[in-house]
Nanobody
Framework: QVQLIEDGGGLVQAGGSLRLSCAAS????????MGWFRQAPGKERDFVAG????????IYADSVKGRFTISRDNAKNTVFLQMNSLKPEDTAVYYC????????????????WGQGTQVTISS
């Protein structure tokens, strides 16, 4: 079992930046692949970025490549999502997720979830 708590959401203007963090507790953080997903009102929960546990390789959705950066600090049991050049279409609730292994970007396959943090981008 692992517990995840996100922080760092808020309201920013288009073109601005935000940094989300996700603190994990419970079982050993480094044994999990970590991911960020987002869900806009009336839409499905979509994959944003992921980081594997094995080699820390990074995976991004095409919509955020070049603007978002995922990273992890295993010593602090924390994963981050640096979001730059934000757009109004990035507005959503952002969720941190953990899974024993990174096999898919489908949200239904991920085991553990945080409560989400709201990100709102004004135009």
């Amino acid at each position: 079992q692992v517990q995840l708590i996100e922080d760092g959401g808020g309201l920013v203007q288009a073109g601005g930046s935000l940094r989300l963090s996700c603190a994990a507790s419970g079982r050993t953080f480094s044994t999990y692949a970590m991911g960020w997903f987002r869900q806009a009102p009336g839409k499905e929960r979509d994959f944003v970025a992921g980081i594997r546990k094995s080699d820390s390789s990074l995976i991004y959705a095409d919509s955020v490549k070049g603007r978002f950066t995922i990273s992890r600090d295993n010593a602090k049991n924390t994963v981050f999502l640096q979001m730059n050049s934000l757009k109004p279409e990035d507005t959503a609730v952002y969720y941190c997720a953990a899974n024993p292994i990174f096999t898919t970007v489908q949200a239904s396959a991920w085991s553990y979830w945080g409560q989400g943090t709201q990100v709102t981008i004004s135009s």
